[in-house]
């Protein structure tokens, strides 16, 4: 080998975590005691999180994996999880009947079964992939055999290609007949992954009961859910504080987790933050990366010891008239606080309005808007006047120690009067819908619409991207019928029920480039397109119709300054109708500009 060749060749080893390391296999092993994992040939104490942040956290505190629900991204994470001797659940992202898919749709099933494959024939030799994860909560009620057996498929057909990781798919709680079919129907997985909150207590238990005899992961665990909590008598669920919610993670992972043979590990849920049902319901870290006090707990477990300084503690918060109030009441909120090292807190109140919706996980949610001259703090006490707008409200108190971590608890209100309209926040431009410098998400690609099956979206695609490293590639498969995509905010609000979307008035045109993979395909873009349904709909609509593409990256403009503007609720979107064949085309720097 010539020596420039040669010396090219270390350089690459050398900075490319997933050449310079081989597969490390992973095996189930089954014995009279129960089960385990081996990684390596050496058992595998699995302490894991649901979530791709904050890893250097996560490692200090005694956790070894993490969980995905998708492989968007996937390379790079591997790579920082192998950096730091952690491993991954890699998780495949499959269709949801409860959203349109159809698994009686052969073109649609095989179609997923591809992507799948692709990614493990891509990633099989990483040395931080623990497992393959196929599809979450999938199943429904459990009853459809067409889902199982396409779960089947896909599990038989990676063990075929990497007989070296197991493969596992992932059940929300155990409910009637989940268990007895993915055992009857899918003898290629290896683990089932459960999913459960209010009552993981009694998992292993009832696992048993229901006929469970192949190992198992608790692969989401936390506080008890929304759907199953206490609610206010206008609906709204009552949320545990957060140091309540550390002795339910610590009940379940004792009873369902460490104290069962079959068990295999968990992952936490969630190590980040997200908004569902309300801002801080399930995630174990703030937004700053406070550490919640789940997050020590979770450590204590995986350690064997507390962490050297441990989360404040909220006793209690207590709200006198909290409930149906009028509109401009004035309430008093007073918390009690401690902190098991006496260190100095810092407390923040903040008012944020409430569309008391209990949010499907599997569905994005935009966040609650934070109503500003609302509150006056006092420490651990603080004034609130109620806005005039009618409807639901939360009032957050967070609590900080200095020295990273963290409390927090709401308390619910509801305002007795007619809703006032919110109007769309005015954004900075340019407000980029999607590039690679993306420092936020405004709009979602959530709204998937015609021929569900037949559509494909790679978000980190490196095919000669127009800028940057990646872009987006989309796909329509089908010969016939019509698909399409559409960024929105929020996620999947189809019929303009809930507050969203931006004022663009300041926006004189939406840019984007494009091309195609063959040349000729025909697509239309769009901006707007509810503009009649819900009290928050589109302002306004437009679009570049049948636009055909060529095989180098073109700049696209949609004009906007005849345009309602006000409310962009459905940012960006394409649609393309059957063409004979598949349809590929590429997108990459999506904004809206002045």
Not at 20 to 47: C, D, F, M, N, W
Not at 104 to 125: I, T
Not at 208 to 231: D, L, M, Q
Not at 375 to 381: D, F, K, R
Request: hydrophobic share 40%; net charge negative.
């Amino acid at each position: 080998m010539p020596a420039r060749l040669l010396c090219f060749t270390l350089l690459l080893i050398a900075f490319s975590p997933c050449l310079a390391e081989s597969p490390i296999p992973v095996q189930v092993e089954r014995s009279t005691a129960g089960a385990k994992l081996t990684r390596g040939g050496e058992p595998y104490a699995l302490h894991g999180a649901g979530g791709q942040t904050e890893l250097d956290l996560l490692k200090s505190l005694g956790g070894n994996s993490i969980r995905t629900w998708g492989a968007d991204n996937l390379g790079p994470l591997l790579d920082q999880a192998h950096a730091r001797g952690m491993t991954v659940c890699v998780g495949m992202w499959l269709g949801h009947e409860r959203s349109g898919f159809d698994y009686s749709n052969e073109a649609a099933v095989v179609a997923q079964l591809e992507v799948c494959l692709e990614v493990v024939q891509k990633y099989k030799s990483h040395p931080a992939v623990l497992l393959w994860g196929i599809g979450n909560e999938i199943e429904g009620e459990g009853t459809n055999p067409a889902v199982w057996y396409a779960v089947e498929h896909i599990a038989r057909e990676i063990k075929r290609i990497d007989p070296g990781h197991p493969t596992m798919t992932v059940i929300a709680e155990l409910g009637d007949h989940k268990v007895e079919s993915l055992h009857r129907f899918c003898p290629s997985i290896d683990i089932v992954g459960i999913n459960s909150y209010g009552g993981i207590a009694t998992v292993a238990e009832r696992y048993r009961k229901a006929g469970g005899t192949k190992p198992y992961i608790v692969t989401e665990f936390g506080a008890r859910g929304p759907w199953e909590s206490e609610k206010t008598e206008w609906g709204a669920p009552i949320e545990p504080t957060s140091t309540a919610k550390a002795e339910h993670y610590a009940e379940g992972y004792r009873r369902a987790v460490a104290g069962d043979s079959l068990c295999l590990g968990s992952y936490a849920f969630l190590w980040g933050h997200k908004q569902e049902t309300t801002a801080t319901w399930f995630g174990m870290l703030l937004p700053d990366g406070s550490r919640l006090a789940a997050a020590d707990t979770m450590s204590e477990f995986w350690t064997g010891k507390p962490v050297a300084n441990r989360c404040p503690e909220i006793v209690s918060l207590d709200m006198p008239g909290a409930g149906k109030v009028k509109p401009g009441a004035k309430l008093i909120a007073t918390a009690v606080v401690e902190d098991p090292e006496q260190d100095p807190l810092k407390f923040d109140w903040i008012l944020r309005s409430d569309r008391v919706v209990v949010a499907n996980g599997n569905d994005a949610q935009s966040a609650e808007s934070e109503l500003a001259n609302t509150v006056v703090a006092n420490g651990e006490s603080a004034e609130v006047t109620m806005p005039s707008g009618g409807g639901g409200y939360r009032l957050f108190l967070y609590v900080r120690d200095g020295q990273g971590g963290a409390a927090v608890a709401n308390v619910p209100l509801y305002v007795d009067a007619p809703i006032e309209k919110v109007a769309a926040t005015k954004p900075k431009l340019p407000l980029v819908v999607y590039s690679d410098d993306m420092t936020f998400e405004p709009y979602a690609a959530s709204g998937y619409m015609g021929n569900h099956g037949a559509i494909k979206q790679q978000l980190d695609c490196e095919e000669n991207p127009h800028a940057g490293a990646t872009c987006l590639r989309a796909e329509y498969t089908a010969g016939d019928q019509w698909g399409g995509v559409v960024w929105q905010s929020p996620p999947s609000d189809w019929q303009g029920e809930q507050p969203g979307g931006y004022d663009l008035s300041a926006a004189s045109a939406l840019e984007f480039w494009a091309r195609g993979a063959k040349g000729g395909e025909r697509v239309t873009f769009l901006c707007g397109l509810n503009t009649t349904d819900g009290a928050y709909h589109d302002s306004g609509k437009t679009e570049l119709a049948n636009f055909e593409l060529t095989t180098e990256w073109q700049l696209y403009r949609i004009p906007l300054e005849s345009l309602d503007r006000t409310r962009l609720k459905n940012g960006f979107g394409w649609t393309t109708a059957g063409q004979g064949g598949e349809v590929v085309f590429y997108l990459d720097d999506v904004r809206f500009v002045e």
